[in-house]
């Protein structure tokens, strides 16, 4: 009996294995779908962790998100390269920005991650089932992007509670995912809040996942990531009509920093 579901395990773990060799679409949903149960079957062991530990929606529950979500890049042969985390030790609360590629970003988010940071998520994320419960447990601050007017309440309320209770709160400014290689005109949010609270903009970049990983052409194999957490941008003194200014600026350092990073450096001089 024992032996005949080893073979059939057997049996069918060879047929996924050539399935995956023979189509591109197969082995891109596999580790995809691998990816999501992953995310799913983790964020429900780190939920109760969470609640046994620190007994509800904190920001403290991030340090046990982060420990979990970096033994991921080991199930998919991701590889990070690291610099300036240095750059994250300004006193006090700041606005980080980063580029945002895909949902495996959530890897690379987590292998830098400060203490003390939040996020800001589209609400939608509430209801992924234990996703959802993981990503309210750590303090994920879940914004409206249907609405304007409520976004920008929730991100005015950040600035203040971020000063008041001394967290770094992570925006991703292109306002969803984009896996071209550039990057998408900023949303302004993560910027007002910036000189709302007086806080400096922490700027983190990755490079370009295509080589590796392409919805479009259901591309996913190992591969290695750069990232690189570029000086703190002061914004003490900046008014609201320094805003876009500011966008701009950290767009375009982070443009230059992304087609750098992906060996793309000629074009960095076309942008501005
Ligand atoms: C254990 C296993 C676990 C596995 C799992 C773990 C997961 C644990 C981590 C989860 C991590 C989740 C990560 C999710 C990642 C996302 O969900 S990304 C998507 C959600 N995030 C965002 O969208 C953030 C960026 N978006 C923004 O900041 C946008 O500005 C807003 C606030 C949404 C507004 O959107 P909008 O209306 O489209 O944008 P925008 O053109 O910027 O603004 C319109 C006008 O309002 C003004 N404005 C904007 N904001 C403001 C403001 N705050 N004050 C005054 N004026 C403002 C602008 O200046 C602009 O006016 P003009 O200057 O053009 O005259
Ligand atoms: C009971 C309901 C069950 C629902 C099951 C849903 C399955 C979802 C399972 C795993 C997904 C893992 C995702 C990890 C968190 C990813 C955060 C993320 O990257 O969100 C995308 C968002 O930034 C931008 O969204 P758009 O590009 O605008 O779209």
């Not at 609640?51 to 970096?70: D, E, H, P, Q, Y």
């Not at 400014?173 to 000189?195: M, Q, S, W, Y």
């Amino acid at each position: 009996m024992e032996l005949g579901w080893l073979l059939w395990g057997t049996a069918v773990l060879l047929l996924l294995h050539v399935l995956m060799e023979l189509s591109p679409s197969v082995n891109f949903a596999l580790r995809i779908g691998f990816y999501c149960v992953l995310c799913l079957v983790a964020s429900g062991l780190a939920a109760a962790a969470c609640l046994l530990v620190n007994g509800g929606r904190t920001v403290k529950n991030m340090r046990i998100i982060r420990a979990v979500v970096r033994t991921f890049k080991y199930f998919f042969g991701v590889r990070f390269e690291v610099k300036g985390l240095e750059n994250f030790k300004v006193e006090g609360p700041a606005i980080i920005v980063s580029n945002h590629q895909s949902i495996l970003d959530m890897m690379g988010l987590m292998e830098v991650l400060p203490d003390n940071c939040v996020q800001v998520g589209k609400k939608e994320l509430m209801y992924t089932g234990t996703v959802g419960l993981i990503t309210y447990l750590g303090g994920v601050i879940f914004i409206n992007r249907k609405s304007t007017s409520s976004a920008k309440m929730v991100m005015s309320e950040v600035a203040k509670t971020m000063v008041a209770e001394n967290v770094k709160v992570w925006v991703y400014p292109e306002g969803t995912r984009n896996c071209t290689g550039d990057l998408l005109p900023f949303k302004k949010g993560a910027f007002h809040i910036a000189v709302q609270a007086q806080v400096p903009v922490i700027p983190v970049v990755y490079s370009s996942f295509t080589t590796f990983y392409n919805p479009k052409t259901k591309l996913f194999t190992s591969g290695k990531i750069k990232v690189e957490i570029l000086p703190p941008i002061e914004t003490k003194g900046l008014t609201s009509d320094d805003v876009t200014d500011l966008t701009d600026r950290c767009f375009n350092t982070m443009r230059e920093t992304l087609f750098r990073l992906s060996g793309r450096p000629s074009e960095a001089k076309d942008s501005s």
